[in-house]
């Protein structure tokens, strides 16, 4: 790729969210951020998708491909064949993030259901 200008602000960018996500307590409450985020949308999303009973399968039907999604992209790579310093790596608080989401929204549909079931 070239090095222009848009290019190397965006470098720089990511740099610094780098930098500034080495902090272990600053990325530790983003990722808690992004649990309570999925908690908060489960809850949200089934209580409006149920209301009216059309939105119900689609409503499942994304959230299983959201999950599945991103379980495949977390838990399915190869860590022997990336090196050190990849792009997966650099983004990796970005994808615990999302993975700390998709919990937090599958534990919010187990909540959800324990309350229609009692």
Do not use: C, H
């Not at 470098?11 to 272990?24: C, G, K, M, S, T």
């Not at 860590?79 to 929204?105: C, D, H, M, Y």
């Amino acid at each position: 790729m070239q090095n222009t200008r848009l290019n190397t602000i965006v470098d720089v960018i990511l740099a610094r969210l780098a930098q500034w996500f080495a902090n272990p307590w600053r990325r530790l409450s983003i990722i808690l951020l992004g649990l309570l985020l999925g908690i908060f949308l489960g809850s949200a999303l089934s209580t409006t998708a149920g209301q009216t009973a059309d939105w119900d399968v689609i409503a499942a039907g994304i959230l299983i491909i959201f999950t599945e999604t991103v379980s495949r992209i977390v838990y399915g790579r190869n860590r022997q064949r990336l090196p050190s310093v990849s792009r997966a790596s650099r983004f990796s608080w970005f994808i615990e993030t999302v993975n700390a989401l998709k919990i937090g929204l599958v534990y919010s549909m187990f909540l959800e259901a324990f309350k229609l079931g009692s």
